[in-house]
């Protein structure tokens, strides 16, 4: 904030109005003025102040109603109450309801003067923190991904380290933890970061067609090919391929995967010349491979193969003290994408968002806020803003089929989100073709 600056009196009195402008535009600010609380907050919506000087005793809209908007509506304007009938009640009210200082009239002009000199030292300071916050911020910001917790640095710390090899990796995590964001982290920071990065959702190609997606396939090769096309693994040549939800994949696809990995070659479907590759394996899954490989569900060879490097990310609810990051992070994005200036948050609502267990952790927070701020009608957002995050109550009777499982988990996450079907097959981690078709099925019903 420069040393000259735009400044708003509020006064039902000419003579206090004129006296300030005339002294203000003396010493070099821009100044405008206002005869009530409601021309005040009419010229706030077109222009921007960063200063107010407010009278307490104005017809209509006193000024501590005055500051109590404008403390909601613009939460950076600094507001200074002034008034002939100050009480020491009325001065730690108008203090704690946001305002920077208490002027008691009459006041000389050499007052004003130290109060403007007392701001902007004030806003020189804000912006020295400002700077050493940014620092903060690209301390706690690792190519999009965000944490201040020791798990979410250790994270930062490992992706440099294993990002020169070519070492296969496997991310393990819950869903919506953000493993993906981990993937592009450790191709961005490697020597192929130049090259493609594709990732592919195991989870939702059937494994037919995951086959001729992978490995492509030649014209002919089977009905409805009729022409031929490079599979993804040669089409990311010298990249990253990224293989998400890989403990969906059946035992034959493992079995074709690791004989890629071992030699380096495939042949396309309906071809036998062997092709050459160059890539990196990337792999993430929600699944506990371990447990699959123990219970004779998933082949041990293949997942040593997949696995010579672990990285793991922790769900929200056990790095609790990243919400606020998050939030702020979330706040600025959808206040940019909706145009809507919604840029605080209370603490009360921070405490809801720590309370909750998030299971669909980092990708339902984001759904969360994205929904606050859509429906938000001021630029901060509060507790009962929040309203629709509560934890999921169990019934007095617990489910006993997967059928009721799967039922009642549906409803509950279209309950939360207000019935919008995107966000909650978002927070699902499927696609809305097939919650459309879920909710068909169980003939679940909006409010």
């Known amino acids: 904030m420069a040393d000259k600056m735009n400044i708003m009196i509020v006064d039902d009195e000419e003579i206090i109005r004129v006296s300030f402008l005339q002294w203000f535009q003396k010493l070099g600010h821009l100044v405008d003025t206002a005869a009530s609380g409601f021309e005040a907050l009419e010229k706030l919506e077109d222009k921007p102040f960063e200063v107010m000087f407010v009278d307490i005793k104005m017809p209509g809209m006193d000024g501590i109603e005055l500051l109590e908007k404008v403390k909601e509506e613009y939460p950076d304007v600094i507001v200074i109450i002034i008034t002939a009938y100050g009480t020491i009640e009325t001065a730690v009210n108008a203090m704690k309801m946001g305002a920077m200082d208490y002027l008691l009239k009459p006041f000389k002009p050499e007052q004003l003067s130290l ?70 982290a450790v191709h961005a920071k490697s020597r192929r970061h130049h090259l493609p990065f594709i990732a592919i959702n195991c989870g939702a190609i059937p494994d037919t067609l995951l086959e001729s997606e992978l490995f492509g396939y030649e014209r002919g090769a089977f009905t409805g ?114 145009t809507k200036r919604v840029d605080h948050v209370t603490s009360d609502a921070i405490a809801l968002l720590k309370d909750y267990q998030w299971p669909g952790n ?24 929040l309203a629709f995050v509560r934890p999921i109550t169990s019934p007095e009777r617990k489910p006993r089929s997967l059928h009721e499982v799967e039922k009642n988990h549906i409803e509950e996450i279209l309950r939360e989100c207000g019935w919008n079907v995107t966000m909650a097959a978002k927070v699902l981690d499927i696609n809305r073709v097939t919650l459309h078709k879920m909710i068909k099925r169980y003939d679940l019903k909006r409010p």
């Open 115 to 184: 109060v403007m000199e007392k701001i902007i030292q004030q806003q020189k300071f804000i912006s020295q923190y400002e700077y050493v916050k940014g620092r903060l911020e690209e301390i706690t910001r690792f190519e999009n991904i965000i944490g201040q917790s020791p798990a979410m640095q250790e994270v930062f710390n490992m992706i440099p380290e294993v990002a020169e090899s070519d070492a296969s990796i496997l991310i393990t995590g819950e869903t919506g933890t953000g493993k993906e964001l981990v993937a592009k």
């Open 362 to 385: 980092v990708r339902e927070l984001e759904n969360a806020i994205e929904r606050a701020v859509v429906l938000s009608k001021s630029r901060t957002l509060r507790r009962e803003d």
């Open 225 to 338: 090919a009729s022409h031929s096309r490079k599979g993804f693994l040669e089409v990311v040549s010298g990249g990253t391929l990224f293989l998400d939800e890989i403990g969906e994949i059946s035992e034959k696809m493992q079995v074709d995967l690791l004989r890629v990995l071992e030699e380096r070659k495939i042949t396309r479907v309906g071809n036998r010349e062997p092709i050459d590759l160059d890539f990196r394996l990337i792999s993430a899954t929600q699944k506990d491979l371990e447990k699959e490989v123990s219970a004779d569900k998933y082949r041990e060879d293949f997942f040593y193969r997949i696995n010579v490097i672990n990285i793991h990310v922790p769900p929200l609810r056990k790095r609790k003290e990243d919400i606020p990051l998050l939030v702020d992070h979330f706040l600025q994005k959808y206040s940019h994408e909706t």
